[in-house]
């Protein structure tokens, strides 16, 4: 297990002892289906974000849930941020090597770029948005802080039910 993996299976953990996942929601791409996304964005991705997807890539529990970042539809992902920058009349601003793994709401995208090592610089454009904003230095460490903002996300939940009288879910 390289240190990707190891960063990877932590995530997985915590989203498991947090209540955020069970195992069983955590369902991973097999190496064909890699090589297949990897064919289709035509870019070699890298190792960090192939280890998400060797454990997470088709379902990661409650992380991600609203937006498109898995497997099955993220090559289509690709054609959605180009489209959704020509609509905005922002054509051409994303890098050429960028990979979008994941968008949300049909107007904020999230990417790396693939030509910026094993565990790349993650930046976020909004479709009103003229240039990128970097918001980790690196992938595992955006995947790490994403885990934790959706741990601290529950408690607020439970918080707020809890003050406010409403059913414990989960």
Known sequence: M????????????????KGLARPSELVGCTE???RQLEEGSKFRLPAAYRSFLA???K???????GSDAFFDILVQV??????MLAEAGHPGIIPPDAFTFLMHGGYIV?????????????????QS???????ADRFSEFLVAEADRCVAMRAMRAEFRKKHGLDERK
């Open 110 to 126: 999230l990417f790396f770029r693939t030509s910026e090592g094993d565990d790349p610089l993650v930046y976020r454009l909004n």
């Open 55 to 57: 454990r997470m890539g």
């Open 59 to 65: 379902s990661a529990g409650r992380m991600f849930v």
């Open 32 to 34: 064909d289906e890699i």
């Open 78 to 83: 690709q054609a959605w941020t180009q489209d």
């Open 2 to 17: 390289d240190n990707y993996d190891k960063i990877v299976e932590s995530v997985a953990a915590t989203l498991v002892a």
């Open 129 to 135: 948005d003229t240039v990128s904003i970097k918001i």
